[in-house]
């Protein structure tokens, strides 16, 4: 272990599962999907600034040509007594880690509040775009449960009456089985890149991630039961992160419990949209209680042709 990053995970306000050394050595881990980078500034001895993302592209020649992106979830790890110079450093090596992979462009999803620090994004090229998460806190389950909409909880009794339950996944053939629904879901409705199975089971077989599934009893002398969801999460000291998910209302009311029930206080739904642009995934999640974030996404373009042409790519194939 890295006794520097954990002190800063410990300490930092900005502190996320997905930019500590156990993240780190996830995406190290799945090189064959992706290309991890790791940029860190010190104070003499003190670690005091921490970015970790990886660089991603489509798998055909044709794709790959259009769809080099870095991304990094969460933004930057960073001590709460950082120096804008430190900062200005650590964005402008990152900068330079992405392009060396011939990202055509970066982007930061947020998941803490960095407008203290949007100055100095700028200043390196980074550019602001308004983006929601949603946040629930979990730290007290009753209250947590007082608001929740009506009708979600309706949907999660009832599903309860019907034989459904949530429980963790414990096989590989589980992990397989719910990841045929989440294909099955993107291919048809999300219309976005998702990893193959392999990258979910070394996840999960790792231990960096837990699955929750859904099960529904079938009627028939042998008692057996199916699978009918799931949510994909990872977790650090604080908080419970829905990453992939595919189901009924229970999926999500169960991640909540579990979060709740495991002393965690905050369960994040990460991505909900952009302000002013209506969607369907965000209206979902708010009926569970949570609270509407800003918190935004930082961006730069390293090859403006090829984004723009990506962009125009990506459309025609998703639309058709």
């Not at 970790?52 to 794709?63: D, I, N, R």
């Not at 009708?151 to 963790?168: D, I, M, N, T, Y």
């Not at 949209?273 to 800003?294: A, I, N, S, T, W």
Request: aromatic fraction near 14%; proline fraction near 3%.
């Amino acid at each position: 272990m890295n006794e520097q990053w954990h002190i800063l995970m410990t300490n930092s306000p900005t502190a996320t599962w997905f930019q500590s050394e156990e993240a780190h050595l996830c995406f190290e881990s799945c090189r064959q999907w992706l290309d991890p980078f790791l940029v860190q500034v010190h104070r003499g001895d003190r670690l005091v600034g921490s970015l970790s993302g990886y660089v991603t592209k489509e798998h055909s020649c044709l794709e790959q040509f259009f769809t080099a992106r870095a991304v990094i979830y969460g933004g930057p790890l960073l001590a709460e007594d950082i120096t804008n110079n430190e900062l200005f450093q650590l964005l402008t090596r990152v900068k330079r880690e992405c392009e060396k992979r011939k990202a055509i462009y970066t982007e930061i999803r947020n998941f803490r509040d960095f407008s203290r620090w949007r100055q100095v994004f700028e200043q390196v090229s980074f550019t602001y775009a308004p983006h929601y998460d949603i946040h629930i806190d979990t730290s007290v389950k009753s209250t947590m449960e007082a608001r929740i909409h009506e009708s979600k909880l309706r949907a999660v009794h009832k599903a309860l009456a019907e034989g459904q339950s949530l429980v963790e996944a414990t096989t590989e053939e589980q992990v397989r089985e719910w990841y045929q629904s989440l294909r099955h879901l993107y291919k048809t409705k999300v219309h976005r890149p998702l990893w193959p199975c392999n990258f979910f089971l070394h996840l999960w077989q790792e231990g960096y991630a837990k699955l929750l599934i859904t099960k529904k009893k079938v009627d028939n002398p042998y008692g057996k039961t199916q699978e009918i969801g799931g949510i994909f999460c990872v977790k650090d000291n604080t908080s419970l992160y829905e990453w992939y998910i595919c189901g009924p209302s229970l999926v999500t009311y169960g991640a909540l419990e579990y979060a709740a029930d495991n002393g965690l206080q905050r369960f994040d739904l990460m991505g909900a949209g952009e302000p002013g642009v209506p969607y369907g995934v965000r209206d979902f999640k708010m009926q569970f209680g949570g609270e509407l974030k800003e918190l935004g996404r930082y961006h730069f373009i390293s090859k403006p042709m090829l984004y723009r042409l990506g962009k125009a790519f990506i459309s025609l194939t998703t639309n058709h």
